[in-house]
C-alpha cells in the first residue's frame, strides 16, 4: 500500500482540548502528531462531522503548547479517534 502521508508521525499523548460553536468543548488525547495533522482519540461519545474546521488547543501538564488555538480540519473519523488536519485561519 502507497503511503499517502507528506510529513513524518511522532508518538504523542498530549491532551487536546477541541471547540466548536455547535457543539462546544470536547476532549481528548493526541495519539500521534506531524506538521500535518494529528489523531486524537476522543474521551466521549461526540464526534464531529468530517469536513467541520473546529479549534485545537494542545495541552501538557505543565501547560498549553501553543498559546492562541489553531484551525484543523476533521478528516475520517473511525470510532473515538479522528484525524485532524491543520487548516488555513479564517
Known amino acids: 500500500m502507497h503511503e499517502r502521508r507528506r510529513f513524518e508521525r511522532r508518538p504523542s499523548s498530549i491532551r487536546v482540548?477541541?471547540?466548536h460553536g455547535a457543539f462546544g468543548r470536547i476532549v481528548g488525547y493526541a495519539r500521534d502528531i506531524s506538521d500535518g495533522g494529528a489523531s486524537v482519540m476522543?474521551?466521549?461519545?461526540?464526534?464531529?462531522?468530517?469536513?467541520t474546521v473546529v479549534s485545537v488547543v494542545f495541552?501538557?501538564?505543565s501547560?498549553?503548547?501553543n498559546e492562541k488555538p489553531v484551525n484543523m480540519q476533521?478528516?475520517?473519523?473511525?470510532k473515538n479517534n479522528i484525524g485532524l488536519?491543520?487548516?488555513?485561519?479564517?
Open 85 to 90: 488536519m491543520f487548516a488555513p485561519a479564517g
Open 63 to 65: 501547560g498549553q503548547v
Open 59 to 61: 495541552k501538557k501538564v
Open 42 to 51: 476522543l474521551e466521549g461519545e461526540l464526534r464531529p462531522p468530517v469536513g
Open 17 to 19: 482540548e477541541i471547540t
Open 74 to 78: 476533521v478528516m475520517h473519523q473511525n
